[in-house]
């Protein structure tokens, strides 16, 4: 499938592919009383999945069935979320309204038997999350019920699913792949383009829909020597390729668009130099890349990245500013959008701003894995990998649960592959493979029990909560407590701080679907790296009696909190960003001979900084003293980098050679954190 192309021609309306599958979804219709069946599509992004989803939906509509369509990457990450977007649906499409004393679950499944529906399911990467409960409790229920679901995600449904004895026959498997050669002849039979530009096109689109359709449309539009263009396939899907019209407004818009999730009209008035005019909104909602929703216009998932890096590396300066005031404008409306909208909101915002949280710390530093690994759910043949990385980050004192019970966690791991798997979460490699795993608690009335017999501290942690969260029901969790992780350390292709860095990364991107994550430690590594990514002391905090230094941190993205984590995280961050980069830092190893002769006046004397400031000795003193100690550190100072340089310069507990052992490093590991410190304290005494 691809999409179409922009424009009103002929060529604009074809759509090559999804023959198979608009015949399939034909014999449902005409096959009535054969309960629920799954259509399971898949396909690299950019292959046309949304696009064959659209037109499955407009063929259903067509023959007057119900239609419901539901955006996974928004609410497969509980079974709540889940049920409340049906819900939602069912009540904005249909009027379907739900009884004040029904719950989520009957009034769903009630609605869901009442007639024929079909359920498309885009975006179904987060499935994970609510696998287990949507084949253990929710399809069972709808098993007999005359419901076409449409799943469609980039790897398809997990293996387990075609074995499953009840479903392994209800389900059509359909993956999408890439063009053949006559199937992009065919897609340019009618394009009006050259011969020679045709083949060119043939060779270098590799057969990607999205590339060919974008290529296509341009070598149509720009009309200005097409030849030239054409060799600078496949990088057609740059911003500079991406103009589809001569007019200035047209690509001031798109990149605009590629800020939002989506935007009206008004919306994007109030960032562009230049208004725009309704025909004008008119004529940009007809290009290719862009496609009309509720909320207003929508850029195809893949060209807005795009267009995002093009404009952050032609124009870092305007991109931020833009940036910066595109999501102000969604702060202003969060508060007053629906849950949906709140989510959509949340998830581009993090999308936007993903490489900008604070990389102090290796486990935040997410660039060293690119996408080779597959985060996905538990399945119980990964517990032998599990249990073997668990040991030995026990026998190698790594990080785990303070909490947990000692000896306790390999029979805690099993009984939350039991009785809650969808709290694991898998890294897995090419193959499958885990190579590395976090496992808390969904905690709820049926969870809470594990956490009284192996962690029974963290019930004093919780307090009063401790008693609501016994009588919650599991559809209604929203917190997480995070118990066990580790990473194999014997493979040789990651190293642990980047699996760690991955396990990191995607606890964080799933907490701001909407739930709250706790995590309890007296790790000073910990402590430094959980505000930075907008974690809060819980109030109040544990006991006296617990160890000394453990702190408890949540994340809360529950309903309105997610603006004001946008505010207090992304945006306060961006700003101390900034500026710092304008004021050009103290260098390192002037830093470095200022600590080292501190405490000595006639060398202090001569070296450039107190030159340049006119400080003495005493001053500089003292201001080290305020900077080592202050709480919290002055950014770009973490407080670990600020621990670091107190014990290393000030305080002198330790000799060199003992410093990288007092604080549980590998000296390579102590000296690149030495040497950042060094440059960060740069920054702190170039703006002081």
């Known amino acids: 499938m691809n999409n179409p192309s922009a424009g009103p021609s002929s060529h604009s309306q074809r759509i090559v592919g999804g023959t198979r599958e608009i015949r399939a979804l034909s014999d449902w219709l005409e096959t009535p009383g054969e309960g629920m069946q799954i259509f399971a599509v898949s396909g690299i992004g950019g292959i046309g999945k949304t696009t064959l989803l659209t037109k499955l939906a407009a063929e259903a509509r067509g023959a007057a069935v119900r239609v419901l369509w539901v955006d996974g990457q928004l609410c497969l990450h509980t079974p709540r979320d889940v049920l409340a977007y049906l819900d939602m649906s069912l009540e904005t499409e249909y009027g379907r309204v739900r009884k004040a004393d029904d719950t989520l679950l009957a009034h769903v499944v009630a609605e ?20 287990s409960w949507l084949l253990a409790q929710l399809f069972p229920l709808l098993k007999d019920s005359a419901i076409l679901l449409v799943m469609a995600s980039r790897t398809g449904l997990p293996l387990h699913w075609y074995t499953d004895p009840t479903w392994s026959n209800r389900i059509q498997r359909f993956t999408l792949e890439l063009f053949t050669r006559e199937q ?19 060779q270098r689109s590799e057969g990607h829909p999205l590339l060919l359709a974008l290529t296509t449309d341009l070598m149509r539009r720009e009309g200005t020597d097409p030849m ?11 911003a500079e390729l991406l103009r589809e019209a001569a007019d200035p407004y047209m690509y001031e818009a798109l990149q605009l668009l590629s800020l939002f999730p989506a935007a009206d009209q008004t919306m994007l008035n109030r960032l562009m130099k230049h208004p725009l005019q309704a025909a004008e909104y008119t004529a940009l909602s007809k290009l290719s890349c862009v496609r009309m929703v509720p909320a207003g216009l929508a850029l195809h998932q893949v060209v807005g990245r795009i267009l995002r890096d093009d404009y952050k590396q032609r124009d870092p300066g305007e991109y931020n ?15 007053s959008a629906d849950q949906l909208r709140r989510m959509q909101f949340a998830a581009h915002a993090l999308e936007l701003y993903r490489e900008q949280l604070p990389a102090a710390h290796q486990y935040v530093d997410f660039s060293g894995v690119h996408g ?37 966690h390999h029979r805690l791991l099993d009984d939350i592959a039991e009785l809650s798997p969808m709290s694991i979460l898998v890294t897995r490699n090419t193959d499958g493979i885990p190579l590395a795993f976090s496992a808390g608690l969904w905690l709820h009335e049926e969870t809470m029990p594990l956490l009284e017999r192996y962690a029974p501290l963290y019930l004093e942690m919780l307090g009063k909560e401790a008693e609501q969260l016994r009588t919650l029901s599991s559809e209604a ?52 790296l959980l505000p930075l990514s907008g974690f809060q002391p819980k109030q109040p905090q544990p006991p006296d009696r617990l160890q000394p230094g453990m702190v408890v941190w949540e994340l809360d993205f529950r309903q309105a909190s997610f603006d004001r984590w946008v505010e207090r995280v992304i945006l306060q961050q961006e700003q101390q960003q900034e500026l710092a980069a304008e004021i050009p830092p103290v260098p390192w190893d002037q ?38 100690t202050a709480e919290p550190p002055p950014y770009p100072l973490t407080e670990l980098e600020q621990h670091i340089l107190r014990e290393s310069y000030l305080r002198k507990n330790h000799r060199k050679s003992q410093l990288a052992d007092a604080f549980h490093m590998s000296r390579t590991t102590f000296y690149r954190h030495s040497r950042q410190a060094l440059e960060h304290l740069g920054h702190v005494l170039a703006g002081n």
């Open 477 to 528: 969790a929203d917190t997480m407590c995070m118990l066990l992780a580790a990473v194999n350390v014997d493979q040789s292709f990651y190293r642990p701080e980047e699996l760690g860095a991955v396990l990191f990364q995607s606890w964080m991107v799933e907490t701001t679907n909407g739930w709250r994550a706790i995590i309890a430690t007296e790790d000073p590594q910990l402590h430094m």
């Open 228 to 238: 030239e263009k054409a060799v600078q396939l496949p990088r057609i899907l740059s």
């Open 184 to 202: 992009i002849y065919e897609y340019l039979q009618d394009s009006g383009l050259p011969d020679r530009l045709q083949q060119d096109i043939a």
């Open 372 to 408: 080779q690994e597959q985060k996905q759910g538990f399945c119980p043949e990964d517990l032998p990998y599990l249990h073997r990385y668990l040991e030995v980050s026990l026998s190698r004192s790594d990080w785990q649960s303070e909490l947990v019970q000692a000896g306790e």
């Open 112 to 131: 869901l038997y009442r007639e024929r529906t079909v359920i498309i399911m885009d975006n179904c990467e987060s499935l994970a999350r609510t696998e």
């Open 591 to 628: 830093v470095r001979s200022l600590l080292q002769h501190l405490y000595n006046d006639n060398l202090l004397r001569s070296l450039p900084i107190l030159v340049a400031t006119g400080m003495n000795g005493a001053g500089m003193r003292d201001l080290m003293q305020n900077i080592l």
């Open 321 to 335: 500013t833009m940036r910066r005031l595109a999501l102000k404008l969604l702060i202003e409306q969060y508060s």
